[in-house]
């Protein structure tokens, strides 16, 4: 097997391990990530109108996505605790799909990556999404989580080549 595509966090007796950085130099770090949560037309009507009883879906999945990407390292075992230097949650209502498109920016400047903390703000806002409407809805599907785009440290950039507004940013939460 090629190092370069050996798991990392794996030591040589197939051991879990945390990966160590204490070498590694210091640089801008960025992940984008995104997810969807595809809902009815009645529910996502309610979303859209504020009418969920719990309250305004879209601000409390942001504010837990946000809170999510800060507790990655406590959530996912070989992550190494990071300081965020910034995330931008966004929700999108996508009338056309039923759905409420979520993508999250992570950026700091350390020694690993931030994907995720990206990926765990999208699948914490999505569940939110999914427990203030469960209420009204049983059969709601969160799909697509997935890393959208990175950059920094040893390994480069990567850019999944496919939904553009999501890494634009060119979108804008509705509520």
């Given at each position: 097997?090629?190092?370069?595509?050996?798991?990392?966090?794996?030591?040589s007796?197939?051991?879990?391990?945390?990966?160590?950085?204490?070498e590694?130099?210091?640089?801008?770090?960025?992940?984008?990530a995104?997810a969807?949560?595809?809902?009815?037309?009645d529910t996502?009507?309610?979303i859209?109108?504020g009418?969920?009883?719990?309250?305004?879906?879209l601000?409390?999945a942001?504010?837990?996505?946000?809170?999510g990407?800060?507790?990655t390292?406590?959530?996912?075992?070989?992550?190494?605790?990071?300081?965020?230097?910034?995330?931008?949650?966004?929700?999108h209502l996508?009338?056309?799909?039923?759905?409420?498109?979520?993508?999250?920016?992570?950026?700091?400047?350390?020694?690993?990556?931030?994907?995720?903390?990206?990926l765990?703000?999208?699948?914490?806002?999505?569940?939110?999404?999914?427990?203030?409407?469960?209420a009204?809805q049983r059969?709601?599907?969160?799909?697509?989580?997935?890393?959208l785009?990175?950059?920094?440290?040893?390994?480069?950039?990567?850019?999944?080549?496919?939904?553009n507004?999501l890494q634009?940013?060119?979108?804008?939460?509705?509520r």
């Amino acid at each position: 097997m090629d190092t370069e595509k050996d798991f990392t966090h794996f030591d040589s007796r197939g051991g879990a391990r945390m990966v160590y950085v204490g070498e590694k130099p210091t640089s801008r770090r960025v992940a984008v990530a995104g997810a969807s949560v595809l809902v009815n037309r009645d529910t996502f009507a309610l979303i859209q109108s504020g009418g969920v009883k719990k309250g305004d879906v879209l601000t409390v999945a942001q504010i837990a996505g946000i809170m999510g990407a800060k507790k990655t390292s406590s959530l996912i075992p070989m992550c190494h605790p990071v300081t965020i230097d910034g995330i931008e949650l966004e929700l999108h209502l996508n009338e056309e799909r039923c759905a409420v498109d979520i993508s999250a920016s992570v950026v700091c400047a350390g020694k690993t990556g931030v994907e995720m903390e990206a990926l765990t703000a999208v699948s914490v806002a999505a569940l939110t999404v999914y427990d203030m409407c469960k209420a009204v809805q049983r059969d709601i599907v969160i799909s697509d989580i997935r890393l959208l785009q990175k950059s920094g440290g040893v390994h480069g950039d990567y850019n999944r080549g496919e939904d553009n507004e999501l890494q634009s940013g060119s979108h804008h939460s509705q509520r």
